[in-house]
């Protein structure tokens, strides 16, 4: 008994030693942010209007704290305005492009080439940077021989570009974009939707996105007769919202943010699924980003056409002349490291039973096969809910064989699951191991004291009649006082 207390509290006070260590640590790295770094409050000091941020010659990755962009003492950052509010060039004119910016303390910058120090939030653009796209000659799809990657991003200066996502188009329709959800992701900083999406691929006049078109195309596929099902899901304007594959709260800054708003990263999707199950999906992986601070590598994309087999109308539907297809399913592959998952939707609410429904997996549904981090339980309630666009998970190597996306590595796990019986056969190994150890010091413990009383027995010049107790009964004495 004593041998196991004393290698319990042995136990608990190593532990909780090391907690100490932790604990001091981070108070301690408090206390430098605060004596030496820089932070900016991205809910007071960052705005629409604050430049765009650059380090290494990559849009700035943060790192956030509490809700503050942290820098340390001297870290120098690039800050970029197509044009900037408060500060001249040597001609008196407005000043245009960048200033290279010294974090000194608290939230300010010495700006080099104004030798002057500014709190951050005065550190403001007339206008940011716009949208460019970039078509490279890089294929994407492997159905697709004139799918390629096109990369939509900031054109700074003459000579640097710098990307935010990457589409994979065909001319008339995106297969996917390709980005990066970060870690830090929230929805901090105040941002508000452009009116326009930037279009420099579609003809504008067009406007295929209108409820005038929309309604049109689908009154030619019914000859004019819209069943009533159908009919119902008009609202606010139409059908079919402009589905964004790379969500614009997937990222952090207003600048980004507004990026995604080209039709390069859109696709018809039904109001119903866009609202319902399809911003479960966005929420709960970007949720499973920061909750588990990891970056998400991520594809967005579309497979499939839509048909009105359900009615009797077995017609492909495009939203424009052979242009814009309504996808089939809606899909977000997310992966870290050597794990990844797959989640789909269907973007048609027409499916009525269950045999309609397994027409729609591509792949086996694994969605009842583990437990699911917390942040996907919204997703979870709803997921088999028709009219908001039934969903599901699969694996992604499974996925990738009928999806074939050139560029992604074969995963070797399932990510955002939690491995239940992983985690009991571990716990059962830890206690083991623990009961082992306790009984061996404590057998060890009891030997130990036994042959001391021998020892002091033999050796010490105690009258030698004490020699003659009887050992065994001495053992047996033993045991009672220690066990
Ligand atoms: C977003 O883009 C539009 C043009 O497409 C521009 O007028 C607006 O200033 C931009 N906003 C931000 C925060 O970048
Ligand atoms: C499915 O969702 C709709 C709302 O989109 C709701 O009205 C309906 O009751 C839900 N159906 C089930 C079976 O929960």
């Known amino acids: 008994m004593k041998a196991f207390f004393i290698f319990s509290i042995f136990i608990v006070f190593s532990l909780n030693s090391s907690n100490l260590i932790e604990a001091s640590k981070d108070s301690s790295e408090e206390r430098d942010d605060k004596s030496k770094g820089c932070k900016v409050d991205l809910k007071t000091s960052f705005s629409e209007t604050s430049p765009l941020l650059i380090q290494n010659e990559k849009l700035y990755q943060p790192k956030i704290k509490d809700k503050n962009l942290i820098f340390s003492q001297n870290e120098m950052i690039e800050m970029y305005c197509e044009e900037w509010t408060n500060f001249v060039d040597n001609n008196n004119e407005p000043l245009k492009g960048s200033v290279i910016a010294i974090c000194e303390n608290d939230n300010n910058f010495l700006i080099q080439s104004q030798n002057t120090n500014f709190p951050f939030e005065e550190l403001k653009c007339k206008n940011l940077p716009k949208f460019t796209r970039k078509q490279t000659i890089t294929n994407c799809y492997n159905e697709d021989n004139d799918a390629v990657l096109h990369e939509i991003g900031y054109q700074i200066d003459n ?46 006049q067009k406007n295929y996105f209108s409820a005038n078109v929309q309604k049109e195309n689908l009154g030619k596929i019914f000859s004019g007769n819209l069943p009533s099902e159908i009919q119902e899901l008009y609202k606010n304007g139409g059908f079919f919202n402009r589905g964004h594959l790379a969500a614009s709260s997937d990222f952090i800054f207003p600048s980004n943010k507004n990026l995604t708003f080209h039709l390069i990263n859109v696709a018809p999707q039904w109001k119903n699924f866009n609202e319902g199950n399809w911003v479960r999906i966005e929420t709960a992986t970007a949720n499973y980003a920061a909750r588990k601070s990891r970056d998400l590598t991520t594809y967005t994309g579309t497979y499939g056409v839509i048909n009105f087999k359900a009615y009797g109308v077995d017609k492909d539907f495009y939203l424009g002349d052979s242009i814009l297809p309504v996808p089939m399913l809606y899909y977000r592959i997310i ?140 053992l047996v004495e033993d045991h009672e006082q220690h066990i």
């Open 159 to 204: 000579n640097r570009f710098l990307s935010l996502y990457e589409s994979c188009f065909n001319g008339h329709r995106t297969w996917y974009t390709k980005y990066t959800i970060d870690k830090y992701w929230n929805n901090f900083v105040k941002f508000t939707r452009p009116l326009v999406f930037e279009n420099d691929i579609f003809d504008m």
């Open 335 to 474: 992966i870290n490291r050597n794990k990844g998952v797959v989640f789909l939707g269907l973007n048609d609410p027409f499916p009525t039973n269950t045999n309609d429904i397994e027409n729609y997996k591509i792949c086996q549904d694994i969605s009842d096969k583990y437990s699911w981090d917390k942040s996907f339980d919204a997703w979870n309630m709803h997921r088999q809910n028709i009219s908001r666009g039934y969903s599901y998970a699969c694996e992604l190597n499974e996925f990738l064989d009928i999806v074939q996306i050139s560029d992604i590595k074969q995963v070797s796990g399932v990510l955002g699951v939690i491995r239940k019986d992983h985690f009991r056969k571990n716990s059962i190994i830890i206690i083991c191991v623990a009961v082992i150890l306790t009984l061996t010091a404590g057998i060890s413990l009891l030997f130990c004291l036994n042959r001391r009383k021998k020892w002091l027995n033999c050796c010490s010049s105690k009258p030698l009649e004490l020699k003659t107790t009887n050992n065994y009964d001495r």
